[in-house]
């Protein structure tokens, strides 16, 4: 009963660098999100997909790009990291018909 | 006015104390309401869910809803130490297909 799989953990990035962050879930759910967490602002969603083949941005989409590959799967990635995206980042899905979300347990980014 | 107001902390409590949490919002499409609980460096995991107004319970642990008021509550009672976490509120106004608004979380602190 794997969830929300995340990876990786932990990443150190230096500015400039791009990388992408992998997000499965193995609970048939439809929708798909991205959220970044930082101390004092709580989460924050950057993108979404309510379904296999459609994204949508959400608060804070700038900087960023996403992928729904599938419906079990859906990528984050950042072209060129700025410090400010230094962050602790959540992947979550929530099922048809159902508003719960849940969540990966996160990957910690640094951009030095 | 920030869509859903929720006061960080840290609020601190002996062990066996009745916790109560809470959260106001001003959006009164909101139907769908959640308590998160997340440990220090962990994704939030989902601990209650409540449609509209009236309450929930779970255990220790009951949700209550008053939409009137546009007012949430998370009481805990005979509060351990392993609930020392942050607890976030979230709540949406759309059944399948939705975002959540989160509050910034509270954090508690159970003393043994």
């Known amino acids: 009963n794997a969830g929300v799989t995340q990876t990786p953990k932990f990443q150190v990035l230096k500015t400039g660098q791009s990388m992408t962050l992998q997000c499965a879930q193995d609970?048939?759910?439809?929708?798909m999100y991205w959220y970044r967490q930082d101390p004092g602002m709580g989460l924050r969603l950057i993108y979404y997909?309510?379904?296999?083949?459609?994204?949508d941005k959400g608060e804070v989409p700038n900087g960023y790009n996403v992928s729904r590959l599938n419906k079990r799967e859906f990528s984050l990635r950042l072209e060129s990291a700025a410090p400010s995206q230094t962050s602790v980042y959540f992947c979550?899905?929530?099922?048809?018909?159902?508003?719960?979300?849940?969540f990966g347990q996160g990957t910690r980014l640094t951009v030095v | 006015q920030k869509e859903v107001e929720q006061d960080p902390g840290p609020l601190s409590v002996p062990e066996g104390a009745i916790v109560s949490l809470n959260c106001t919002y001003s959006?009164?499409?909101?139907?769908?309401f959640m308590w998160y609980r997340q440990y220090s460096r962990k994704g939030p995991e989902l601990l209650m869910y409540?449609?509209?107004?009236g309450n929930k319970e779970d255990g220790r642990f009951t949700a209550q809803v008053d939409k009137s008021s546009k007012y949430i509550s998370l009481f805990i009672r005979d509060s351990q130490p392993s609930d020392s976490a942050t607890y976030l509120c979230?709540?949406?106004?759309?059944?399948?297909?939705?975002?959540?608004?989160f509050g910034k979380g509270t954090m508690l602190l159970v003393s043994p």
């Open positions: 979550a899905s929530s099922g048809r018909g159902n508003t719960e979300a849940f």
């Open positions: 609970m048939n759910h439809n929708s």
């Open positions: 997909s309510a379904s296999e083949g459609t994204t």
């Open positions: 959006n009164s499409a909101f139907q769908y």
């Open positions: 409540t449609y509209s107004s």
């Open positions: 979230a709540m949406s106004s759309i059944s399948g297909y939705s975002t959540l608004t």
